[in-house]
């Protein structure tokens, strides 16, 4: 089982950049697939990034193409996610997730903020 604690959120202008950070508990942190997903106000959970357990390989939502970068730390049990060029629809609360098996998201942290302004 893996805990995940999820800062780096807050407030930023249009075209500003962030950079969330998620801290993962427990020994075997490289075992996991990591991702992030975002959840605006009256809006459903979306995936935005995905990163594998070994070789970096990632996978991003059209929407954050290009402006967006998904990086792990396996020593540190860290996984990142670099966001620039932020637009005011990025606004949303930013969960981190593990998966143990395939990208089946079983672990969630309790999520950070990201608010962008026009």
């Known amino acids: 089982q893996v805990q995940l604690v999820e800062s780096g959120g807050g407030w930023v202008q249009a075209g500003g950049s962030l950079r969330l950070s998620c801290a993962a508990s427990?020994?075997?942190?490289?075992?996991?697939?990591m991702g992030w997903f975002r959840q605006a106000p009256r809006k459903e959970r979306e995936f935005v990034a995905r990163?594998?357990?070994?070789?970096?390989?990632?996978a991003y939502a059209d929407s954050v193409k290009g402006r967006f970068t998904i990086s792990r730390d396996n020593a540190n049990n860290t996984v990142y996610l670099q966001m620039n060029s932020l637009k005011p629809e990025d606004t949303a609360v930013y969960y981190c997730?593990?998966?143990?098996?395939?990208?089946?998201?079983?672990?969630w942290g309790q999520g950070t903020q990201v608010t962008v302004s026009s």
């Open positions: 427990g020994r075997t942190f490289s075992s996991y697939a």
């Open positions: 990163i594998n357990r070994s070789r970096g390989f990632t």
């Open positions: 997730a593990a998966a143990l098996v395939g990208y089946n998201w079983n672990y």
